[in-house]
């Protein structure tokens, strides 16, 4: 293991440095080993909708994802954009359920793209469908329903919760449901752990290091919904598909919000997670590139291109490139 | 001089620490003297739109400012958010000047309040005027005509640009249009300095300390308008308007992007420099109130109530509050 100082990025003005990110990373294996750490292992906090793809084996061992396409999968496990086509699959996927939209505990929200949030305040403002979470609680309320229990499942005590809370610590080695909790943008429960728990959770998801056949038969399907639908999990060219692609697939992601980014590296077994310390949405996507490239899963030069291109310029208010987010080499 | 270390803010969840900023906060005098710091004094960062109240400079001691009221003066010193009163202030300028929208070199934009923004996209969408900066261009225009030059005065050559640049010099004692040069969001120059530089400039503004009467007396004006007006300054209610009632009007305040604050404290000649070292907004306001009750500007248990209030809480997409973000004591 080495064991290294905070990366940083830097947000530049016209050359001059204006604003600095400090980052974490943690590399681990389905042993539980850190193998590479890149600021404190030990940082405590939530990966949010990084536990989507742990969360949605409520969905898949419940039974209730039977005769569900992968692209559903994918959006089960989504932070997406409410572009239009995932704000009509959440609408069918009600529909499916025989669900009205109020029956989503997520609150009302606007798309995230500036089209789609124009379209939307005219054609009457914000909906629980267009909340970055619907696909998860389309989710819920499928897994509800088939544990028994359609109502409530936002309580950390409904079967849908315990149900992925339970498979949650088997992968970190300990008690997800004594976790620090706190509730998430979406309303359910978010859990905090250690940037090396979450790190090895993903790095056993991602080696199918599990406790049986079944669980075994359900990550595969998750994982494999995510690499081939990785626009529905964000949205279409977003930093999301941009790795998928820039990797053929041999990595997948889930972001969260505050800054985090979860890894699954399936073909070696590892698990990578990574934190912006401030909670920053910028930054967090080149750091994971670099990661990336530091673990030689791709080229220096394609990691450095993916860093550039993963990262939004920054632009003045008529669309001019007036400075740029920077990734700095890691210890 | 204190030389202390960089001041915490954290970002709680069900109170757990989720997140946590570092800023600066340095305090100096009309001599410049930095007489605290809390981190580096010497960060050079961009003080973006703080420098709006030297930039007004242009628009009075050109003549531009001749008849109009103090309200206006304070729009030319706003980050507004596009409230209605602001959008018309700005229209009702521009009819003044005999000028269209399309004379404002900021770009098009939404206002800030969702409820504004829904109205605007209903209405058609995005304009120059809802841009957080169209007071301050307005103001430009007005000095660039009174220059005898009425275009283009986002160069950084045109006179408009060149006097207050001019006037910037003799307060931070070295030549600003030789400072590290960017471009602001608006498109107009955005220059760098040290915190230190930043809070000596606020210091020498808010005692006076200027080379003559002329400037003396406008100045006066500026920092009387950022006084009655501070709700045009950023928006009706917002921690900008918090911070002036709190304080009774003894010190005055101008927020720039990427976590910047400036404060102008004439009673005592002090000037306050505060940024948020990654460029978040969140925090900087609890981190100038925090700064005002060290300094005796505001009794202990009255700036920690502000430094609170002026902080938005963490909330879920119900609108439930799910977490808080607080400024650490001091060092």
Avoid at 25 to 49: C, E
Avoid at 137 to 155: K, Q, W
Avoid at 271 to 282: H, L, N, Q, S
Wanted: proline share 6%; aromatic share 4%.
């Amino acid at each position: 293991m080495t064991d290294a100082p905070s990366p940083l990025i830097e947000v530049r003005r016209g050359g001059t440095v204006e604003s600095v990110h400090r980052g974490v990373a943690v590399v681990a294996d389905a042993g539980g080993r850190v193998l590479h750490a890149w600021g404190d292992p030990g940082l405590l906090t939530f990966p949010r909708s990084s536990l989507k793809p742990f969360q949605a084996l409520s969905l898949v061992e419940s039974g209730a994802a039977e005769g569900l396409d992968s692209a559903h999968l994918a959006l089960a496990c989504a932070s997406h954009r409410a572009e239009p086509f995932q704000v009509a699959m959440v609408e069918g996927w009600l529909a499916r359920l025989g669900r009205p939209e109020s029956a989503l505990v997520c609150g009302p929200a606007f798309p995230m793209g500036e089209g789609d949030l124009v379209d939307a305040a005219r054609a009457g403002g914000k909906r629980r469908a267009f909340h970055n979470c619907s696909g998860k609680h389309c989710g819920f309320l499928a897994a509800a329903a088939a544990f028994g229990r359609p109502e409530g499942y936002e309580s950390p005590d409904h079967p849908a919760q315990r149900h992925w809370m339970a498979a949650l610590s088997d992968l970190i080695g300990r008690e997800a449901s004594a976790l620090p909790r706190g509730t998430d943008g979406c309303g359910l429960p978010a859990l905090a752990m250690t940037l090396a728990e979450a790190a090895q959770a993903a790095a056993r998801y991602a080696a199918l290091a599990l406790p049986d056949a079944r669980r075994e038969a359900a990550v595969r399907r998750i994982l494999e919904a995510m690499r081939e639908h990785p626009g529905h999990l964000s949205g279409r060219g977003r930093p999301t598909e941009q790795v998928v692609a820039a990797t053929e697939g041999r990595v997948v992601l889930k972001e969260g919000a505050e800054g985090f980014v979860l890894g699954f590296v399936p073909e070696r077994g590892l698990g990578i997670a990574v934190k912006i310390a401030d909670g920053a949405t910028r930054g967090k996507m080149a750091l994971f590139a670099t990661v990336l490239g530091r673990l030689g899963l791709l080229p220096a030069d394609r990691a450095a291109e993916l860093a550039r291109a993963v990262e939004a310029p920054v632009l003045d208010s008529n669309n001019r490139v007036v400075g740029e987010v920077v990734a700095l080499p890691l210890a």
